[in-house]
């Protein structure tokens, strides 16, 4: 028997292609950048702290490459 995303991903074969472009890379770019498959602490409150200092960095990188790093500066000091 066939589990809802099963029936979901067999209505449209894309749906994985399309997660894995959208979804897998920042996960993998993160991945790379801590320089391990592990994170560096313990229980999940830390876990999930560290987690979210790797998507911070990640999101400035991003937001850094499309917009530029003066109109990144410019709009931080207009805060």
């Known amino acids: 028997m066939w589990s809802e995303v099963q029936r979901r991903l067999a209505s449209n074969p894309d749906a994985m292609r399309t997660r ?3 979804v ?3 996960f993998g770019t993160i991945k790379a950048r801590m ?3 592990h994170f560096l ?3 999940l409150r830390n ?3 560290e987690m979210a200092l790797h998507v911070l960095a990640y999101n ?3 937001v850094m490459n499309i ?3 003066p109109s990144l500066i410019a709009a931080i000091r207009a805060t």
């Open 60 to 62: 400035l990188t991003r």
């Open 41 to 43: 602490v313990k229980c």
């Open 20 to 22: 894995r472009e959208t």
């Open 67 to 69: 917009v530029g790093k």
């Open 47 to 49: 876990v999930a702290a």
């Open 24 to 26: 897998e890379h920042p």
């Open 35 to 37: 320089g391990a498959t």
